[in-house]
């Protein structure tokens, strides 16, 4: 963490995060600006693998853009979905999170001020901080809309300054120019840099190096390791494991024969380890398919089967290649070959057909005036890991039961087959292709 971890405190690098000054670690306050956000740590100048993760990011926006929303809590969230996307910290500290119903926010805050998410906004300013990032260094790997890791390795010579000091200059900027803040972990390798970008949140700059991870990481629960969801951590703690550091002292052999790969994973990230490269995203900026008609259609009937068709196969797509996307844009050309294009922003990433689906036909619903089309397709955007995908709606009981029907499916179908369950609608996109 930001602690010194070195014999002699004055040996360990320090640096003022709100100027950039390089100073002794004895210091508590920063003698050119007299700063006392300083961040000390022994590995400071030679850590380079880093996890930017913005605060609050959609309500700190709203903030940005309306000053007399700085004091006060705010939510992110409403709608349809009756949901928190998320919150300011003066609305946590009243007990508001993210995925919280509405009704329970608004029960812990009732002073809450409730906005609804405009994602086009937020999605703008995600691509600005993103190329920002690219300016740094080439190596940045998107996590989602407000968070990414970065490979600094060997940046000094561009910047003329150590990745550490890269990185408070640039949070600085951010705050300076774009209006908002982010939190800054600084780490050997990615797993311990997400970790630590947590830490001190919000502005934080928070550093946990080699020599330290394995007593850092003993104490936290293993619900703090990468991969372990809510699902098996009940699991392990089923068995008695509830700490890293109870994982650090069990073989790596036992762990593997318990719980698989997994069990391996386990073994390393307990003991600070991660061979993880960060990976520029380099890949499509979206994942779409479309179909061509013989005969024109018209009919909403007839075209919302193809649509749940071309739904299902955009989401193999993303869940084989471990992507969500919030954008979803409908696609049509009419029998003169006009092309029209519809769009709608989630207010979570998905990877589900049902939601493609869901957000696809209520645009299609609009089109179909009597029109004739030669084509339709679906396609998702604004991609993202699936790591955040589609979190667990508590409101919408029907929708937990379609995506946990859904996993089943896609469980059936890896073991057996694409054509080993078929939907009803599915079935009718292609009983319309073949009477074509």
């Known amino acids: 963490m930001s602690t010194d971890i ?15 000054t390089r100073l002794p670690a004895d210091m508590n306050r920063c003698p050119a600006c007299g700063s006392p956000r300083l961040v000390k740590h022994g590995e400071l100048d030679v850590l380079s693998i880093a996890h930017i993760d913005c605060d609050a990011f959609y309500a700190s926006i709203e903030k940005r853009d309306n000053p007399d929303l700085l004091d006060k809590p705010v939510i992110v969230g409403g709608g349809q979905r009756g949901v928190v996307s998320t919150c300011c910290y003066i609305a946590r500290i009243y007990g508001v999170r993210s995925a919280m119903p509405m009704f329970k926010a608004l029960e812990a805050c009732p002073d809450a001020i409730v906005i609804k998410p405009n994602m086009e906004k937020y999605s703008r300013i995600g691509k600005e901080m993103r190329e920002r990032m690219r300016a740094l260094t080439p190596l940045v790997e998107p996590l989602s809309i407000d968070e990414a890791f970065l490979d600094l390795t060997g940046t000094e010579r561009l910047h003329r300054a150590t990745p550490a000091e890269t990185l408070a200059k640039f949070i600085r900027e951010i705050e300076e120019d774009i209006g908002i803040s982010a939190s800054v972990g ?3 390798n990615k797993f311990l840099a997400k970790l630590a970008s947590d830490l001190e949140k919000p502005r934080g700059f928070s550093v ?5 991870a394995k007593s850092v990481l003993a104490g936290m629960p293993v619900g703090r ?5 809510k699902v098996f951590q009940k699991k392990l703690e089923k068995d008695g494991i509830r700490t890293i550091g109870q994982l650090q002292t069990m073989d790596s052999a036992d762990l593997a024969r318990k719980y698989g790969s997994i069990g391996l ?3 390393h990230l307990s003991q600070g380890d991660d061979s993880r490269l960060v990976k520029p995203q380099r890949g499509a900026k979206s994942v779409s398919t479309e179909t061509t008609f013989r005969t024109d259609i018209s009919s909403f009937e007839t075209l919302r089967p193809i649509l749940r068709d071309l739904s299902e196969k955009v989401s193999a797509r993303l869940k084989k290649s471990d992507l969500s996307g919030r954008g979803i844009t409908l696609k049509l050309k009419t029998a003169n070959f006009k092309t029209i294009t519809r769009a709608r922003h989630l207010t979570d990433p998905t990877q589900l057909a049902d ?4 957000a696809g036909v209520s645009l299609l619903e609009n089109e179909t005036d009597g029109r004739r089309f030669r084509l339709i397709g679906i396609g998702v955007s604004d991609l993202e890991t699936a790591e955040r995908a589609d979190p ?3 409101l919408d009981e029907s929708a937990e039961r379609r995506k946990s029907a859904e996993r089943a499916v896609d469980r059936l179908r890896d073991k057996f087959g694409n054509s080993a369950v078929e939907l009803g609608l599915t079935h009718a996109a292609k009983a319309a292709k073949d009477d074509k």
């Open 6 to 20: 070195t014999h002699s405190a004055n040996l360990a690098p320090a640096l003022c995060r709100d100027c950039g």
């Open 186 to 188: 600084l780490a050997p």
């Open 208 to 212: 946990i190096g080699a020599a330290e």
């Open 225 to 229: 390791i990468w991969g372990v969801g």
């Open 265 to 267: 994973r386990l073994a």
């Open 355 to 358: 939601r493609i689906y869901s």
């Open 392 to 394: 667990q709606d508590l």
